[in-house]
C-alpha cells in the first residue's frame, strides 16, 4: 500500500516535470487472462513512459465504455485508448472525440467506422500468427514428410478462421508436409486433451503423426498430456506448435514438450503510447493500423526465464 | 328461453358425467345453478360453453340449435363466462385488459386514446371508479372481477356465466358485485350463478337448479324454496320424519384422543374434540364448510396454528403428515386421484408406502414382504387387481380406494380420518367399505367419517358433528342421530354466510 | 431379472446401433488391446471420457425422478474441481482436497435442495442460480486462472490406469453400483418414484419429501464433485471457464435416453449409464470419423433426435399399428384379428 502511494506520488512528481500527459484507457473487461495481461501491461507501459493513465473497466458492456469515452472527453484528457467490446455503434462517441481534437487508438480490436474518426488502430494479425506458426513447422522439418494434426478454435470464430488460413498459407507448396486431422478443441485445455485423444487413437496409436498444430496454447498443453499418457514424447515424437505464448506453454518448452509458440503480444499499448508520442511531439500521423509483432518463441529461447517473467502479468 | 340445454349427455372413462340433463336460462333472470362436488355443475357449465364437446343432446340460444367448440366460438354466440381465478392479465391495464383482442386502430396501430375510450365505454354502467391505465392487479379481487364481468358482458352480450365469482370476496365486495349483477340482469341478460354458498343464492337468484349425480333433480321460483327443502334436494334425502339411528351403538371405550381449541385462522375455527376408543365419529356439512379442513389440522396437512392434541400420556405432535402418522394418526383423503393414490406405482407399493415412509429409507420392507402384505389385503379387502404389481392407477375408484385404506389398514392406526370414503365408487364397492368400517371399529380403531351421504352417517356414526361456516356447530348423539336433524343443523341459518373470512 | 432386462433393452439396442454405425465409418472402432497392462482402444476411450456425463447422469436420474431437474451441476464441476486444485496448490495435501471437493458438491446440492424443497422455488429456476454464479464462485477460487498443479496423486484420479481400466470409468461404474444398491437395497428407490408421480399424496403417507428432495439434490451435488474431480485432475488443472461447461445438458439428455421421464417417477440409473454411453459413443465417434468440426454438432442432433424418436411412445404405437394393418391386410379382410390386445 506504502509502496503503491509512494510510486503513484513519485510518478505524480515525475509527470508534472514533465507536463504529463494523461491518457484514458477504457477496457473491454478481464475475461480471459490474456486480458488481464493486457490491462497489466499497458499500467506498465504508462508508467515507463510518465504517462497517467485512466482505467475504466467496461465489464463487456458498450455502453459502459461509451460513457467512459465520454468522460475521458470532458476530463480533456490528451489521449484515449479503446478496446471496443463490439465493432459498430462508435460513430457518434469517436466524433466527439474528434471534435475535441483528442486522438483516439483503438487497440485490439477494429470498429466499423470511418478511419477519419480515429488516429490508429494497434492490433495483431491472425492470419500472420498462423503463417509464423507454419513457417517455423516448415523450417524445422525441412524435406522430411510430416502428417500434421491440428486443433482449431470454436467453430466459427475468427481466430479460428484466420490462424487456420494463415497456418495452410505457409505449408502451401510443401507437399511432405499434410494436415491429416482438423477438430475443434473449442480453445479449452480439457477438449485439446479429449480430441488429441481421438487423434492418437485414429492414427495408429499417435504413431503416424509427426506434429500438432493447435490455434491456442490451452489446447497445446491438454494435448500434450494425452500424448504423454499414450506412452509418447511430446516435442520429440509430435512436434508442438502452438499461438498466443501464455506462461503454461512456456513451461512445457522448458520441460522439453513443446516446441514452438507465436506470442499474441499483450503489449498493444506501447506501440500505442510510441505513435501518440510522435503525434504530440511533431503531429506525425501514424498509419491507419500498426501491426504488433508476432513473435516467435522455441525452446532456444529460455522458456523458463519467459515463464519467470509473465507468470505474474494476470495470465 | 334464451338459453336451452336438453338432454345432454357427457361420459368421462368410467362414469357419465351428464346424463340427459335439461337446463333453461330466460333473459333478465339469476338463475342458480347448485350440487354437491361431482353433481356434473362444471361439466354442464362446460358442455354450454364449448369447454367440453358433448356426447349427446342439443343446446338452443334464441330457439336456434348452437354447437360452439370452444369457448372463443361461444363467446361469439353470446355466451360469456367469468371464472373464480379471474382469468385476466394482472401486469396488464385495465383497459388493455378489456380490449385485448379487439384494440381500436389508427393507421394500422394501436390507439391507445382509443382504447381508454373503449374501456371507460366498456366499464360505464357498472359503478366503478377506476384508472382505466393502472395494472389491473393493483385493483382487489372484486374489482377484477368485475372487469372480468365487463369485458365478458362487451364480447357476448347474451348470456353471462358467473362460476363461483364470490369464493374469494368478502361480504361488501359481494354486495358489490351483485349491484353489478342485478343491474346486467335487468338490462335483459340471461345470468348463470354457481356457488356453494346458500345465503348468496337466495340473496340473488330468481330460479335455483339441482344437480346431483350428474342428472337434473329440479329447478324452481327461488321464492318457493327453503333452506331445508334446497339441501335436501342437493343431498338427496327427502325430509325423514321419522329415521332414528340405524343400529345400537358402538361398545366405545375409554377416551384415546382430544383435541382442544384446534384451528387454522381462514380454514377453521378453533374446535374441541373427544375420541373415543372404537367410535365412528361421523362429520357433516356442506361443501367448503369446514369438514375437510378440520380433517387437515388434524392430521397436519395443513398445520393448525391453535389448540392441542394430547392422549392419556400427554400432548401428541401433529404438525406434519407424518408425525401425525408418528401419533398413530391416519388419513384417507376426499380427492383420491391427487391426495391419495399414486397412480403409476404398484398396489404393492402403494399399500406398503405409509409403513415404508414411518419406518424410514434405510429401513427398508423387504420385497417379498410387501408382497405378502400386499396380496393379504387384495384378499381381505378384496382388491379387484390381476396382482399386486398392477399400477394402481388403473383400477377402477373403488379399489382404488380400498388400497389406500388397505395402506393405513397396514400402519393399524389408531383413529383414521375418513374424507368421503364412497364417492364415485359403485354400489358393491361402496356397501364393502361400510363392512370394513364396522371391522376396523370391531377392532378398537376410532374413526372420523366425513360424508354427504347423511344415510351413511346415520348408519355407521356413533355421534355426528356438524360443521357450517367453518365452525362445529352441533354435535348429534345417539337417538338424536338422523337424517332429518342433521338436514336441520346444516341448514340453520348462520351468522353470515357470505363473509368466509 | 427378466423385467430389469426388459426396461434397459431399448437402450441396449440404441448403443448397440450407435456401436456399429461408428464401426462403419471408422473400422478400428471397436478392437480393444493392451499397452503395457492397460487397456487401450476406443471402447475404453468411451469408458473414460463418458466418465463426467455418466456420474451426472446418476445425480441427474433421481434428480428428475423427484420431477425435479439439476441445471447446477455443470457449474458444481467447476466449483469442486477448483477447490480441489486450490487446496493443492496451497500444499495441503490429497487427503484434504477430496474431502473439500466432495463437501463442497454437497453444500450445492444442499443449496438446491434448501431453495427447492423448503423454499419451494422450481427446481428449474432454483438451480439456475447456481448454474449462473456457480461459474463465478469457481472463478473467484481460481483467481480467473487455469490454476494448474503437479500433484501425481491427483492426477491419477482423472489420467491413472487401475488393473487395466482408467480411474474415470472405474469412478462411475463403481458410483453407478452404490447408487444402484443405495436406491434399491433401501427404500430411497421406492420414495423418490412416489414423491416423482404425486408429491402430495406422498406427503400425506407420512414420507418427509422435504428431506427427501435434500437428499436427491444432495446426491447430484455429490456426482457432481466426484465429476469435477476427474475432469480437473485428468487436465491437471482447474479451469473455471469451461469445466463442465453444458455437461448438465448432456446429462438431462443421457437420462431421457434412458427413459425417465422428465416429469418424474419410475426411473432406472442404469438406463441413464447406457444413455451416457450413448451419447460419448457418439462424441468418440464423431471425432474418429474424420469430418470437418463443423458438421459436429449436427451430426450429434440428428442422432439424438434419431433416438429420441424410436424411443417415442407415439412413433412406436404409430409403428405398432402400421405392422397390425399390414398384417391384418395380409391375412385378408375377413381374417380374425391376429393382435391380441394387452390386458387391462
Given at each position: 500500500?506504502?509502496r ?7 510518478a505524480l512528481v ?7 500527459q494523461v491518457?484514458g484507457f477504457?477496457q473491454?473487461?478481464?475475461e480471459?487472462g ?15 513512459r510518465?504517462?497517467q493513465?485512466?482505467?475504466?473497466d467496461?465489464?463487456q458492456k458498450?455502453?459502459?465504455q ?12 490528451d489521449a ?5 467490446v463490439v ?12 471534435e475535441?481534437?483528442?486522438?483516439v487508438v483503438l487497440?485490439?480490436?477494429m470498429?466499423?467506422?470511418?478511419p ?7 492490433g495483431?494479425?491472425?492470419?500472420h500468427?498462423?503463417e509464423?506458426?507454419g513457417q517455423?513447422?516448415?523450417d ?12 482449431q478454435?470454436?467453430?466459427g470464430s475468427?481466430p ?5 488460413t494463415?497456418?495452410?498459407n505457409a ?8 494436415i ?7 480453445f479449452t485445455?480439457?477438449e485439446g486433451?479429449?480430441v ?9 496409436g ?7 498444430y493447435?490455434?491456442?496454447?490451452d489446447?497445446a498443453v ?5 500424448i504423454?499418457?499414450?506412452g ?5 515424437d509430435i512436434l508442438?506448435v ?7 506453454i ?9 516446441n514452438?509458440?507465436?506470442?499474441l503480444t499483450p ?6 503510447f510510441?505513435?501518440l ?6 503531429g506525425?500521423?501514424?498509419?491507419k493500423?500498426?501491426?504488433?509483432e ?5 525452446q532456444?529461447d529460455?522458456?523458463?526465464?519467459e515463464?519467470?517473467?509473465r507468470?505474474?502479468?494476470?495470465y | 328461453m334464451?338459453?336451452e340445454?336438453r338432454?345432454l349427455?357427457?361420459r368421462?372413462p ?9 337446463f ?5 333472470e339469476?338463475?342458480a345453478?347448485l350440487?354437491e362436488n361431482?353433481a ?5 357449465i ?6 367440453y ?7 338452443l ?5 348452437v354447437?360452439?367448440r370452444s369457448t372463443?366460438?361461444?363467446?361469439e354466440l353470446?355466451i360469456g363466462?367469468v371464472?373464480q381465478?379471474v382469468?385476466l392479465?394482472?401486469?396488464l ?5 378489456l380490449?385485448?383482442g379487439?384494440?381500436p386502430?389508427?393507421?394500422g396501430l ?10 371507460r365505454e366498456m ?9 382505466v391505465e393502472r ?14 364481468i ?8 347474451k ?8 369464493a374469494s370476496?368478502?361480504a361488501r365486495?359481494v ?7 342485478r343491474?346486467l340482469?335487468d338490462?335483459g341478460?340471461?345470468i348463470?350463478?354457481?356457488s ?8 340473488i337468484?330468481d330460479?335455483?337448479t339441482?344437480?346431483r349425480?350428474?342428472?337434473?333433480i329440479?329447478?324452481?321460483?327461488a321464492?318457493t324454496?327453503d333452506?331445508v ?5 342437493m ?9 332414528t ?8 371405550g375409554?377416551e384415546?384422543?382430544?383435541a382442544e381449541?384446534?384451528?387454522?385462522r ?5 374446535f374441541?374434540?373427544s375420541?373415543?376408543?372404537g367410535?365412528v ?6 361443501l367448503g364448510?369446514?369438514?375437510t379442513?378440520?380433517a387437515?389440522?388434524l392430521f ?5 396454528d391453535?389448540?392441542t392434541v394430547r392422549?392419556?400420556?400427554g400432548?401428541l405432535?401433529?404438525?406434519t403428515?407424518?408425525r ?5 394418526f391416519?388419513?384417507?383423503?376426499e380427492?383420491?386421484k391427487t391426495?391419495?393414490?399414486i397412480g ?7 399399500i ?6 414411518h419406518?424410514?429409507w ?5 420385497r417379498a414382504e410387501?408382497?405378502?402384505?400386499a ?5 381381505r379387502l ?7 404389481e398392477?399400477p ?5 375408484g373403488?379399489n382404488q ?9 397396514a400402519?393399524?392406526?389408531r383413529f ?14 361402496h356397501a364393502?367399505?361400510?363392512r ?6 370391531a377392532?378398537?380403531?376410532?374413526l372420523l ?6 344415510e351413511?352417517?346415520?348408519?355407521v ?14 354435535e348429534?348423539t345417539g337417538q338424536?342421530i338422523?337424517?332429518d336433524?342433521?338436514v336441520r343443523?346444516i341448514?340453520?341459518p348462520?351468522?353470515n ?5 | 431379472?427378466?423385467a430389469?432386462?426388459?426396461?434397459i ?5 440404441t ?5 456399429v454405425?461408428v464401426?462403419v465409418?471408422?473400422?478400428g ?5 493392451f499397452?503395457?497392462d492397460?487397456?487401450v482402444?476406443?471402447?475404453?476411450d468411451?469408458?473414460k471420457r463418458?466418465?463426467?456425463v455418466a456420474?451426472?447422469a446418476?445425480?441427474m436420474?433421481?434428480?428428475i ?5 439439476d ?5 458444481v464441476?467447476?466449483?469442486?474441481g477448483?477447490v480441489a ?7 495441503w495435501g ?13 453444500l ?6 434448501f431453495?427447492v424443497?423448503?423454499?419451494r ?6 438451480t439456475l442460480?447456481?448454474m449462473?454464479?456457480?461459474r ?5 477460487v ?12 491427483f492426477a491419477?484420479l482423472g ?6 481400466l482408467?480411474?474415470?470409468?472405474w ?5 453407478g ?8 437395497r433401501?427404500a430411497?428407490?421406492?420414495l423418490i418414484e412416489s ?7 406422498s406427503r ?8 427427501l428432495l435434500?437428499t ?9 464433485a466426484?465429476?469435477?474431480l476427474i475432469?480437473?485432475?485428468d ?6 471457464n469451461?469445466a ?18 422428465l ?6 440409473i442404469?438406463a ?5 454411453m450413448?451419447i460419448?459413443?457418439?462424441?468418440t465417434g464423431?471425432?474418429?470419423a ?7 454438432l ?7 433426435l434419431m433416438?429420441?424418436?424410436?424411443q417415442?411412445p407415439r412413433?412406436s404405437?404409430a409403428?405398432?399399428?402400421l405392422?397390425?394393418r399390414?398384417?391384418r391386410?395380409?391375412?385378408?379382410a375377413a381374417?380374425p384379428?391376429?393382435v ?5
Amino acid at each position: 500500500m506504502i509502496r503503491t502511494l509512494f510510486a503513484s506520488a513519485s510518478a505524480l512528481v515525475l509527470a508534472t516535470a514533465a507536463s504529463a500527459q494523461v491518457v484514458g484507457f477504457s477496457q473491454i473487461g478481464s475475461e480471459s487472462g490474456w486480458r488481464a495481461a493486457e490491462t497489466t501491461v499497458t499500467n506498465q507501459e504508462a508508467e515507463a513512459r510518465g504517462i497517467q493513465l485512466q482505467f475504466s473497466d467496461a465489464q463487456q458492456k458498450q455502453e459502459n465504455q461509451i460513457a467512459a469515452v465520454r468522460s475521458f472527453i470532458a476530463q480533456g484528457v490528451d489521449a484515449i485508448l479503446l478496446a471496443p467490446v463490439v465493432a459498430t455503434g462508435w460513430d457518434a462517441v469517436l466524433e466527439e472525440a474528434k471534435e475535441a481534437e483528442i486522438p483516439v487508438v483503438l487497440l485490439d480490436r477494429m470498429v466499423d467506422s470511418d478511419p477519419s474518426l480515429y488516429l490508429t488502430a494497434v492490433g495483431s494479425d491472425l492470419v500472420h500468427e498462423g503463417e509464423v506458426a507454419g513457417q517455423w513447422l516448415v523450417d524445422h522439418v525441412a524435406d522430411q514428410p510430416c502428417r500434421v494434426v491440428e486443433l482449431q478454435g470454436t467453430t466459427g470464430s475468427s481466430p479460428a478462421i484466420d490462424r487456420k488460413t494463415g497456418f495452410e498459407n505457409a505449408i502451401k507448396g510443401h507437399d511432405n508436409i499434410e494436415i491429416v486431422r482438423s477438430q475443434t478443441g473449442n480453445f479449452t485445455r480439457a477438449e485439446g486433451k479429449t480430441v488429441m485423444e481421438s487423434f492418437l487413437q485414429a492414427e495408429n496409436g499417435g504413431a503416424d503423426i509427426c506434429a500438432l498444430y493447435a490455434h491456442n496454447d490451452d489446447m497445446a498443453v491438454g494435448a500434450i498430456q494425452a500424448i504423454k499418457e499414450a506412452g509418447l514424447k511430446p516435442g520429440e515424437d509430435i512436434l508442438v506448435v502452438s499461438i498466443d505464448a501464455v506462461p503454461d506453454i512456456f513451461q512445457a518448452m522448458a520441460a522439453g514438450e513443446a516446441n514452438a509458440t507465436v506470442e499474441l503480444t499483450p503489449n498493444m499499448a506501447g506501440p500505442a503510447f510510441d505513435a501518440l508520442k510522435a503525434y504530440w511531439d511533431n503531429g506525425t500521423e501514424p498509419p491507419k493500423f500498426i501491426q504488433t509483432e508476432s513473435k516467435l518463441y522455441t525452446q532456444a529461447d529460455d522458456p523458463q526465464a519467459e515463464y519467470d517473467r509473465r507468470k505474474d502479468l494476470g495470465y | 328461453m334464451l338459453l336451452e340445454a336438453r338432454g345432454l349427455l357427457k361420459r368421462f372413462p368410467g362414469t357419465v358425467a351428464l346424463d340427459g340433463v335439461g337446463f333453461g336460462l330466460a333473459a333478465g333472470e339469476v338463475h342458480a345453478l347448485l350440487g354437491e362436488n361431482g353433481a356434473g355443475k362444471s361439466t354442464l357449465i362446460k358442455c354450454l360453453t364449448g369447454a367440453y364437446r358433448r356426447d349427446g343432446g342439443e343446446i338452443l340460444l334464441d330457439g336456434q340449435p348452437v354447437d360452439p367448440r370452444s369457448t372463443f366460438e361461444a363467446q361469439e354466440l353470446g355466451i360469456g363466462t367469468v371464472y373464480q381465478e379471474v382469468n385476466l392479465l394482472p401486469n396488464l391495464t385495465v383497459a388493455e385488459n378489456l380490449t385485448l383482442g379487439r384494440q381500436p386502430r389508427r393507421l394500422g396501430l394501436t390507439s391507445r386514446r382509443g382504447m381508454r375510450a373503449l374501456a371507460r365505454e366498456m366499464l360505464a354502467g357498472y359503478g366503478l371508479d377506476i384508472d382505466v391505465e393502472r395494472d389491473l392487479g393493483a385493483y382487489s379481487v372484486a374489482v377484477q372481477q368485475i372487469v372480468a364481468i365487463a369485458r365478458a358482458v362487451h364480447l357476448s352480450g347474451k348470456v353471462l356465466i358467473l362460476d363461483e365469482p364470490t369464493a374469494s370476496l368478502d361480504a361488501r365486495e359481494v354486495a358489490m358485485l351483485f349491484e353489478v349483477v342485478r343491474r346486467l340482469r335487468d338490462r335483459g341478460l340471461g345470468i348463470v350463478f354457481v356457488s356453494h354458498f346458500l345465503d348468496q343464492v337466495f340473496a340473488i337468484s330468481d330460479r335455483i337448479t339441482v344437480l346431483r349425480n350428474g342428472r337434473h333433480i329440479a329447478t324452481t321460483e327461488a321464492a318457493t324454496l327453503d333452506r331445508v327443502r334446497l339441501i335436501n334436494l342437493m343431498l338427496g334425502r327427502e325430509l325423514e320424519q321419522a329415521t332414528t339411528h340405524g343400529r345400537t351403538a358402538h361398545d366405545a371405550g375409554a377416551e384415546v384422543l382430544r383435541a382442544e381449541g384446534l384451528g387454522k385462522r381462514g380454514r377453521i375455527a378453533p374446535f374441541d374434540l373427544s375420541v373415543r376408543a372404537g367410535e365412528v365419529i361421523g362429520m357433516a356439512g356442506l361443501l367448503g364448510s369446514g369438514r375437510t379442513e378440520t380433517a387437515e389440522v388434524l392430521f397436519g396437512a395443513a398445520a393448525a396454528d391453535s389448540g392441542t392434541v394430547r392422549d392419556a400420556k400427554g400432548p401428541l405432535d401433529v404438525s406434519t403428515p407424518a408425525r401425525a402418522i408418528a401419533s398413530g394418526f391416519g388419513f384417507a383423503p376426499e380427492d383420491r386421484k391427487t391426495d391419495g393414490i399414486i397412480g403409476d406405482l404398484s398396489v404393492r407399493e402403494n399399500i406398503a408406502l405409509a409403513l415404508q415412509a414411518h419406518r424410514g429409507w434405510a429401513r427398508p420392507i423387504p420385497r417379498a414382504e410387501q408382497r405378502r402384505l400386499a396380496e393379504d389385503f387384495i384378499r381381505r379387502l378384496d382388491i379387484r387387481t390381476p396382482g399386486p404389481e398392477k399400477p394402481v392407477g388403473q383400477l377402477s375408484g373403488g379399489n382404488q380406494q380400498k388400497v389406500i385404506l388397505a395402506r393405513w389398514l397396514a400402519m393399524n392406526p389408531r383413529f383414521l380420518i375418513l374424507d368421503e370414503p364412497t364417492r364415485g365408487i359403485d354400489v358393491g364397492a361402496h356397501a364393502e367399505v361400510l363392512r370394513l368400517i364396522e371391522e376396523m371399529v370391531a377392532g378398537g380403531m376410532s374413526l372420523l367419517v366425513i360424508s354427504s351421504e347423511l344415510e351413511e352417517l346415520v348408519a355407521v356414526s356413533d355421534r355426528v358433528i356438524v360443521v357450517r361456516d367453518r365452525s362445529h356447530v352441533a354435535e348429534l348423539t345417539g337417538q338424536e342421530i338422523t337424517t332429518d336433524a342433521i338436514v336441520r343443523a346444516i341448514a340453520a341459518p348462520g351468522a353470515n354466510l357470505e363473509a368466509a373470512e | 431379472m427378466t423385467a430389469l432386462l426388459r426396461r434397459i433393452a431399448p437402450q441396449l439396442l440404441t448403443l448397440l446401433a450407435v456401436l456399429v454405425l461408428v464401426t462403419v465409418f471408422f473400422p478400428g472402432f471397436l478392437s480393444v488391446g493392451f499397452s503395457g497392462d492397460r487397456l487401450v482402444g476406443s471402447p475404453i476411450d468411451v469408458l473414460k471420457r463418458g466418465a463426467p456425463v455418466a456420474l451426472l447422469a446418476i445425480g441427474m436420474t433421481l434428480v428428475i425422478a423427484t420431477r425435479g431437474i439439476d441445471l447446477s451441476v455443470g457449474a458444481v464441476m467447476a466449483i469442486c474441481g477448483a477447490v480441489a486444485a486450490a487446496a493443492v496448490d496451497r500444499g495441503w495435501g490429497l487427503g484434504a482436497a477430496i474431502p473439500l471437493a466432495l463437501g463442497a458438491g454437497l453444500l450445492c446440492g444442499l443449496w438446491n435442495g434448501f431453495l427447492v424443497a423448503v423454499l419451494r422455488i422450481q427446481p428449474i429456476v432454483a438451480t439456475l442460480i447456481l448454474m449462473v454464479a456457480g461459474r463465478g464462485i469457481a472463478q473467484l477460487v481460481t483467481a480467473g486462472q487455469i490454476l494448474t498443479f503437479s500433484d501425481e496423486g491427483f492426477a491419477f484420479l482423472g489420467s491413472g490406469t487401475f488393473l487395466g481400466l482408467p480411474v474415470p470409468a472405474w469412478a462411475w461404474i463403481l458410483a453407478g453400483i452404490v447408487a444402484g444398491l443405495v436406491v434399491r437395497r433401501t427404500a430411497l428407490g421406492l420414495l423418490i418414484e412416489s414423491v416423482g408421480v404425486n408429491l402430495r399424496a406422498s406427503r400425506l403417507a407420512g414420507v418427509d419429501s422435504t428431506v427427501l428432495l435434500v437428499t436427491v439434490y444432495m446426491i447430484s451435488g455429490l456426482c457432481a464433485a466426484v465429476a469435477g474431480l476427474i475432469v480437473t485432475g485428468d487436465i491437471r488443472g482447474a479451469d473455471a471457464n469451461n469445466a463442465g461447461l453444458w455437461l448438465e445438458l448432456d446429462a438431462i439428455l443421457a437420462v431421457a435416453i434412458g427413459g425417465t421421464s422428465l416429469l418424474g417417477g419410475r426411473f432406472s440409473i442404469l438406463a441413464s449409464l447406457i444413455g451416457a454411453m450413448i451419447i460419448q459413443s457418439i462424441n468418440t465417434g464423431i471425432l474418429l470419423a474424420g469430418f470437418p468440426p463443423e458438421f459436429n454438432l449436427v451430426i450429434k442432433a440428428v442422432l439424438v433426435l434419431m433416438i429420441l424418436m424410436l424411443q417415442s411412445p407415439r412413433l412406436s404405437d404409430a409403428a405398432r399399428g402400421l405392422a397390425t394393418r399390414r398384417r391384418r391386410t395380409d391375412e385378408g379382410a375377413a381374417a380374425p384379428r391376429a393382435v391380441k390386445e394387452a390386458p387391462r
